[in-house]
């Protein structure tokens, strides 16, 4: 090539390098050799980038592996100094992709899930891409006010490794700060959540919940989305008082579908339908003329209702708790009082249970309260046993170990108490009515009346 030539030819080229690569540019480029000092990259000048080997030291191992020749990458420019080449960062590039990302996140109003990888006095730190985003306290729906900062801090260590949804409420790339909001994403975040659940959801199906909140009327169990509803008639087979007797919040327990309000959305489920039905074994283990013992649970106009085994209940009818003319069953007998019965007639298909305390006779009755006398005294007897026990134990400290025993007590008494924060009963869905509660309670009530007023009818036709 002549002079003329090459001279003409730098003159093209100064002529189409119009763009002189500035610091802080963001430019891609083709990878045209990987060596020990870096990646080799043409941008498309007279002068190719180089990625140094400290650059790619930032990336992950699977990225730097993914790293061949011809791929085409993103640069971020850090040095234009050289003659002969320009230094550029893969590393930045990437932030700075993270920091457009997290603007575009922010005009979009769109919600994105994060794991909760840190936490400090202030709230939690969760990752984006590259960058450390941070929820401050106030933003965080698990953290409600009045805590105080031991409280704060054990909410805060719960989180890690939860993952949560947020919304990016401020970006500032000068200052560095990466802000989201959970308070702002949560309810949106159930709801679209709700939605999928629901469609996907179907009456029958057996999912694992966690109990999320206790009410008089029943349980919250959240579904991963959603929370349903177990209506104290559906947490176990036998009587309960309150859900506190079964289950705990926070409890992982499993659940079956009863009945899906897609209009509502509301979720039936229950506890007890994967439970066995103490009904099903009955007949192996009573049969009429035995003797039981029961457990006044409720007296009607009828008789009483008295609970053999967990579960099972049988009917004390009016007629069968005396042999003198009873007018009302309380005249005989109390709630929470245990008498020995003779069952009289047993139908498990139908779940009932005929007992009767007039067909005890009396010296039953006699060896019956001996029995039981004697255990009570047996068992009030252990009591005492184990407390004298220590006491023969603890001999008088000799010369040389009383020192010794003394300092060890007061070591053991300067040991501070553990804090514990009892968790309250909430539940995570609010939106639950009290009147879903009332009407789902009124029916199992109502049920019980109908097969109770059946098997009146029955024990008065035998009567």
Known sequence: MSNEESNFMEEFLDQ????????????????????????????????????????????????????????????????????????????????????IDAEALMESGDIVEGEVIGYNKGGAIIPFGRLRGFVPASHLSELSRGLN??????????????????KVIEVDRRRRRLVFSQRDAQKEWEDQRKKELLK????????????????????????????????ISELAWYRIAHPREVVKVGDEIEV?????NADSQRISLSRKRLLENPWSTVEQRYHENQLVEGTITRIVDYGAFAEIEPGVEGLLHVSQLSRSQVDSASEVVNEGETHLLRIVSIDPNRQRIGLSLRQVSASEQIEWMAMREAEEAEEADEPEAEAEEPVAEAAEPTEENSGEATETVEAESEEPEAETAEPAEESSDLDNSEEEAETAESEPEESAEAEEAEQTEENEDES
Request: glycine share 10%.
């Open 16 to 99: 189409h390098d119009y763009e002189e690569p500035q610091v802080g540019d963001i430019r891609k480029g083709i990878i045209v050799a990987i060596t020990p000092q870096g990646v080799i990259v043409d941008l498309g000048l007279k002068r190719d980038g180089l990625v140094p080997s400290s650059d790619l030291s930032k990336l992950e191992p699977e990225e730097r592996e993914a790293l061949q020749i011809n791929d085409e990458i993103s640069i971020y420019v850090t040095n234009t100094d050289a003659p002969d080449s320009l230094l550029v960062s893969i590393h930045l590039a990437q932030l700075n992709q993270d920091w």
């Open 149 to 166: 900062d031991r409280q704060r801090q054990q909410k805060l260590a719960k989180l890690r490794g939860e993952k949560i949804p947020v």
């Open 200 to 231: 996907d959801l179907n009456e029958g199906d057996v999912l694992t919940g966690r109990v999320s909140g206790l009410r008089d009327f029943g349980i919250f169990v959240d579904l991963g989305g959603a929370d349903g509803l177990v209506h």
């Open 256 to 260: 079956y579908v009863l009945n899906i």
